[in-house]
Structure formats: C-alpha cells, structure tokens
C-alpha cells in the first residue's frame, strides 16, 4: 500500500490534507464524507487524529484564489503526515503548480468505482506520472 505524506503546498491556510473522492460512472466529484474511513494514520484513522477545517460543499472563501466550493474535506496536519487509504489500489503520483503532490487511488464501494485523490503532498511523494 503507497504512503502518501502531506505537505503545505497549495492555496490554504498552512499545512492540510485536502481528501476527495471522484465518483468513476459520472465523471464528478461527490462528497467525500462517507469514505472518510478510509484514511488512515499510523493504524488509526486519520479523523480521530486531526481536525477538519473546511468541509464539502459552499464556504467563505478563506484565500485569495481559492474556490468557493470546495470538492473535497480539509484537515489540518502537519507536513510529512504518512496516510494510508485502506482497501484501495494505489494508481499514480503527479505534482499540480497549485496542489503540490497529488496521489490517486482505486476502491470500489457497494459495486461502484471511485478515484481518491489526496492534494498537498510533500516532495516524499515520488512521481509516477
């Protein structure tokens, strides 16, 4: 299973993981809160470890250039934060100019297909593609 480490890349407000979950069949991300429990820390999962600090959905934008709808969940960790996405298949690694390190994972839920992206990573990251 691929580690992927958290950076503090991208538009925000200091170091987070940015989780989302892009929905195969309909070509959309959806909201992300129901595979919250995929992520894990250390054997933990990573929502009993860290604080949520912007949700899915419509926000007040908290940086210049940022989007008023956010497609996925913030939480706030530090850099170098190694998290797991248990049961997934782990696809690629490319850098984004605005989200740093970005991984992408396969899992299936309840016979569908969903990509979980991670944004913010760090340079440990390595890039497949």
């Known amino acids: 299973m691929a580690i992927f480490y958290t950076g503090a890349s991208g538009i925000g407000t200091g170091p987070h993981l940015d ?10 991300y959806i909201n992300p809160n129901e595979f919250t429990d995929l992520l894990i820390v250390n054997e933990k999962p990573l929502v009993d470890q860290f604080t949520m600090t ?59 297909a969903y990509d979980i992206i991670l944004l913010h990573g760090s340079n440990q990251n390595e890039i497949l593609t």
């Open 19 to 28: 989780f989302r979950v892009w929905d195969v069949a309909d070509s959309r």
């Open 54 to 112: 912007s949700g899915y959905g419509e926000r007040p934008i908290p940086v210049v250039g940022a989007s008023r709808f956010h497609q996925g969940i913030d939480y706030a960790t530090p850099v170098g934060t190694p998290v797991t996405v248990k049961g997934s298949k782990y696809l690629t690694t490319f850098n984004d100019n605005t989200g740093g390190r970005i991984s992408q994972y396969a899992t299936m839920r309840d016979g569908k």
